[in-house]
């Protein structure tokens, strides 16, 4: 088991040892949680409209898998 502390995520560590990471870190994790906000919405066109083709279907995918890794990102933003 490491010794490392709940809250300490690779960006935040990486963060704390190269000065242009850190200038980056927070507007990419503001990026991640809107997006995370945002892309749901980008669901219920594709929902209504069906998952019949191919095309759909990987579109659906993607943002499913987008939306995964804006939630990864954005989790330690916050708005202060």
Known sequence: M???PFHDTPLRRLGEH???VALLRRPVEA???WSAIALP???V???VS???TTG???AFALLVALHVVALVVGREYHAE
Do not use: D, M
């Open 50 to 52: 069906g998952l019949q």
């Open 56 to 58: 759909t279907r990987y």
């Open 31 to 33: 990026l991640g949680f």
């Open 41 to 43: 919405f980008l669901y």
């Open 2 to 4: 490491s010794n490392q």
């Open 18 to 20: 190269a000065e242009g």
């Open 45 to 47: 066109p594709l929902v």
